[in-house]
């Protein structure tokens, strides 16, 4: 093994790890969320409803906030608090799963689970007594948009139970989805006089874009500075449609080219030579000649 190869290993594993890499644009959404974790306790608590596309970044704020929450004992009151909860919509509105999902997710005893058969009604009163005694201050569902995969009578009556669950525990309902579930989520007057929106949108070529472009490079643990021209910035937008997830997949791949080359840095040519990896049928040519094939 020559020297250097393992350092480099280890450089390139932390790029392709999903860590967090924090932007103005995310760090608001977390800013709005934390607001309403710490606004005082009410019967009817507002909430947010935080859209845009597939690979925006949704999921990475929602975890981002429930890492700050960890379930903590308080051994005083001899209970464990857990102020955020977060949830993954079943993949269609059903009351019952979700149902059964949460108890599996605030670990309830499986004697609790083992009773599947137990009405729709049973269930929730099971839940709210759970939720209850974790001090909720937040629940958030991500892939709210499932939604859509039921009938408009479901979900009515998903969205109902989402706004029982909010009102009940006094916490914030927070839902992440594609734009095209606002629609449907709105579907609930009650629940949407409550739900204030946050879109994000896909990146455009202004200010916002370029900062966050440089944030993400300099993420990157190369070791040189790399200086990239605005038309460069242009051919990323060009090539990744504005998507988060595409545009954090093309950096940490040239991050990678530049470790595994010596270079070191993400040049234009470097830019303007990739083929976006999701329309890459074929090891390309360029990928060959550096293994060495
Ligand atoms: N703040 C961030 N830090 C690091 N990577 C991010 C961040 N936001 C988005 N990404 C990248 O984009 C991908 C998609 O983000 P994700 O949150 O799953 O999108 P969504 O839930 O909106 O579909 C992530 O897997 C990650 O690679
Ligand atoms: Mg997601």
Not at 201 to 207: I, L, P, V, Y
Request: proline share 4%; glycine share 6%; net charge positive.
């Amino acid at each position: 093994m020559r020297a250097g190869e393992t350092e480099n290993d280890g450089r390139v594993a932390l790029i392709q790890s999903d860590i967090w890499i924090g932007f103005p644009r995310a760090e608001r959404v977390l800013d709005r969320l934390q607001s309403l974790i710490d606004a005082p306790r009410q019967t009817r608590m507002p909430g947010l409803l935080v859209h845009g596309a597939s690979g925006i970044g949704k999921t990475m704020i929602a975890r981002n906030l429930s890492r700050r929450y960890a379930p903590e004992y308080d051994p005083v009151a001899g209970i464990t608090r857990t102020p955020l909860l977060l949830l993954q919509a079943p993949p269609a509105p059903d009351e019952r799963r979700f149902y059964l999902h949460i108890l599996a997710a605030v670990g309830a005893p499986s004697s609790t689970l083992s009773l599947r058969a137990q009405s729709v009604a049973s269930l929730e009163v099971r839940v709210v007594g759970l939720l209850r005694d974790l001090g909720l201050r937040m629940i958030m569902i991500d892939e709210v948009h499932n939604l859509l995969a039921g009938t408009h009578r479901e979900q009515r009556r998903f969205l109902n139970v989402l706004r029982y669950l909010s009102n009940e525990l006094e916490a914030s309902l927070v839902c992440f989805g594609v734009s095209e579930a606002v629609d449907a989520i709105r579907g609930d007057v009650q629940l949407a006089r409550r739900l204030d929106e946050h879109h994000l949108a896909n990146w455009r070529d202004d200010a916002e874009f370029s900062d966050m472009i440089q944030t993400l490079i300099a993420a990157m643990p190369l070791a040189k500075k790399s200086n990239l021209q605005v038309k460069s910035l242009r051919q990323i937008l060009a090539l990744t449609g504005g998507v988060t997830s595409r545009i954090f997949a093309l950096v940490k791949d040239l991050a990678i080219d530049a470790i595994l080359s010596g270079e070191e840095r993400i040049t234009d040519e470097a830019v303007a030579n990739w083929t976006p990896l999701w329309s890459r049928h074929a090891p390309s040519q360029r990928r060959l000649e550096k293994s060495g094939a």
